[in-house]
T-cell receptor, first 113, second 117 residues
């Protein structure tokens, strides 16, 4: 009964490829996020969705396209992968309608060769 | 813009020592939330505590305690009688509310704590 799950956990791919990371939460939360953690462990928000609607887009290159088919899922598709995209990507969710705690998924380690 | 500073990049202690992780924040909001997350070597991010800006009471949870002082914009985290399992990177975070957007977290750069046996 994992609260926030991500697949895959590890992703190794070549430069130029297109890949997707999936996120699902079973907490009944309204808001979902993608964060990127770089090699120095710095965590930065990328996107936020509330009830399938894009709310935050933090000047992320348009090679990154989030998609939320329903409020329990938020996927991240990355086109034309670059070496600098190598990072750990975390999905998070929280209950909407005010402030609440964000709960994070286990992360997906993406390595671009 | 919001900012979170964790000046201690790495701390190394011996088991059973007490250790304090510092967090200083900047915000123009009057209402905000502060958080601590733990990232053990396995990589997941574990929520530890959330504190709102109107609640300056210190909190204790087992060996963990948090000291929130608005006057110095600090939200420090103390581990008493540290254990090897406390070894992790600890992140302090501040909630930010962009206009028209939903809450997002601004993280500090993290403090890597190593507890040696």
């Amino acid at each position: 009964d994992t609260a926030v799950s991500q697949t895959p956990k590890y992703l190794v791919t070549q430069m130029g490829n297109d890949k997707s990371i999936k996120c699902e939460q079973n907490l009944g939360h309204d808001t979902m996020y993608w964060y990127k953690q770089d090699s120095k462990k710095f965590l930065k928000i990328m996107f936020s969705y509330n009830n399938k609607e894009l709310i935050i887009n933090e000047t992320v290159p348009n090679r990154f396209s989030p998609k939320s088919p329903d409020k329990a899922h938020l996927n991240l598709h990355i086109n034309s992968l670059e070496l600098g995209d190598s990072a750990v990507y975390f999905c998070a969710s929280r209950r909407g309608g005010g402030t609440d705690t964000q709960y994070f998924g286990p992360g997906t380690r993406l390595t671009v060769l | 813009a919001q900012k979170v500073t964790q000046a201690q990049t790495e701390i190394s202690v011996v088991e059973k020592e007490d250790v304090t992780l510092d967090c200083v924040y900047e915000t123009r909001d009057t209402t905000y939330y502060l958080f601590w997350y733990k990232q053990p070597p396995s990589g997941e991010l574990v929520f530890l505590i959330r504190r709102n800006s109107f609640d300056e009471q210190n909190e204790i949870s087992g060996r963990y305690s948090w000291n929130f002082q608005k006057s110095t914009s600090s939200f420090n985290f103390t581990i008493t009688a540290s254990q090897v399992v406390d070894s992790a990177v600890y992140f302090c975070a501040l909630s930010e509310y962009p206009q028209g957007g939903s809450e997002k977290l601004v993280f500090g750069k993290g403090t890597k704590l190593t507890v040696n046996p």
